[in-house]
Nanobody
Framework: VQLVESGGGSAQAGGSLTLSCTYSSENTYTGSRNCMAWFRQAPGKEREGVASIGRDGTRRYADSVQGRFIISQDNTKARDTLYLRMNSLKPEDTAMYYC????????????????????WGQGTQVTVS
């Protein structure tokens, strides 16, 4: 299943950006019951979970983005879309952001652990100055 991110770019500290990730859950084992998440990786650092969401609306956020970022999804169209609204951006939010999905299991708990996800997008760069 192909995940395609968009919406990255440059922003001033305190500004906002919205990332999008389009995909199709048709013909997957989980159908529409999968976990989805956003991760990020800055140069020289490990990939870290930013936010995750289950189909029942359960959301998890990293402490560093809690209260500033909002994860949401739209499953009403032909292709599903995952969003990440990033507010009050900080220079330390600068990283490559990745969309990820677990299409192998029905989502019971939308974890922020990278190893739990088996499909990844190509990434979109976010730079905050």
């Amino acid at each position: 299943v192909q995940l395609v991110e968009s919406g990255g770019g440059s922003a001033q500290a305190g500004g906002s950006l919205t990332l999008s990730c389009t995909y199709s859950s048709e013909n997957t084992y989980t159908g529409s019951r999968n976990c989805m998440a956003w991760f990020r990786q800055a140069p020289g650092k490990e990939r870290e979970g930013v936010a995750s969401i289950g189909r029942d609306g359960t959301r998890r956020y990293a402490d560093s983005v809690q209260g500033r970022f909002i994860i949401s999804q739209d499953n009403t169209k032909a292709r599903d879309t995952l969003y990440l609204r990033m507010n009050s951006l900080k220079p330390e939010d600068t990283a490559m952001y990745y969309c990820a999905a677990d299409f192998a299991r029905t989502c019971l708990d939308p974890t922020l652990l990278p190893a739990a996800y088996n499909s990844w997008g190509q990434g979109t760069q976010v730079t905050v100055s």
